[in-house]
């Protein structure tokens, strides 16, 4: 049996990544989508007064800030390419950090650019970046735009990893590779590629057969993962849960 593609990310990344596999080399693959973060709006725009650089981590605060102002003359600085990519359709001059929370404020402090600085961001947060701005002499303040709703599994993802066929489980965030094991007994031989070390992480002991960590936190970083992520799958085809 060919390997199952189980996709856990809210849209609109879920259908880009998709997308972008099936642009990749190999065998056109089952894939089963079901989120299990849902974006919910949440907080509000603050006065923008005196703020030289906006700040986003994810795609989802571009599109809530968008949503809610029509600015477009504060440029921002974004955490990977994708967010960038997103501002700058948005109409935002953007800055890609290309990489986490981490190389965002290296980038930050090797331009020497000047705040205040805003966060625009999620209600569940990696790192504390206006803490570590203003911490560093950076004046910066954050708001919360959006919430990250845990989702259940729905019932085809729950049958592909409770089967006998490879499942190849993409993670994007810490809190999305917590979620793929709650509730769900995995049977399904188990192939999980995470975004980063701290995603990884969070995968419970002995839940998958191979455990794989892009080279950069990015959607490039787990393109370029992948085709090991589907070697692995290959190798477990028939097999059941690790001993």
């Not at 477009?72 to 990489?99: H, K, L, M, W």
């Not at 790192?127 to 004046?139: E, H, I, Q, S, W």
């Not at 509730?183 to 794989?212: F, K, N, W, Y």
């Amino acid at each position: 049996m060919p390997p199952i593609i189980l996709i856990t990310r809210p849209e609109p990344g879920a259908t880009r990544f998709v997308a972008a596999l099936k642009d990749l080399p190999g065998d056109d693959l089952s894939v089963v989508l079901s989120p299990v973060l849902a974006i919910a709006p949440q907080g509000s725009l603050p006065d923008l007064t005196g703020v030289r650089w906006l700040i986003f981590t994810s795609q989802h605060g571009v599109f809530r800030f968008a949503e809610l102002s029509a600015r477009r003359d504060i440029p921002a600085y974004c955490v990977g390419d994708t967010t960038a990519e997103a501002a700058e359709q948005a109409g935002i001059t953007a800055i890609s950090a290309g990489g986490d929370a981490r190389d965002l404020l290296a980038r930050i402090a090797a331009d020497g650019a000047a705040g205040p600085m805003l966060h625009l961001r999620g209600a569940h947060a990696a790192a504390d970046v206006a803490g570590a701005l203003t911490t560093a002499g950076v004046p910066a303040g954050d708001a919360v735009l959006y919430a990250q709703h845990k989702v259940p599994l729905n019932d085809a993802a729950r049958a592909c990893l409770s089967g006998t066929a490879p499942v190849i489980a993409p993670v994007f965030s810490p809190r999305s590779a917590a979620a793929l094991f709650e509730g769900v007994d995995v049977t399904a031989p188990l192939v999980v590629l995470a975004i980063s070390r701290a995603a990884a992480d969070r995968v419970p002991e002995g839940a998958a057969q191979a455990c794989l960590v892009a080279d950069r936190p990015d959607g490039a970083g787990m393109l370029r993962a992948w085709p090991e992520a589907l070697a692995r799958a290959y190798r477990l085809e028939g097999t059941n849960r690790a001993q």
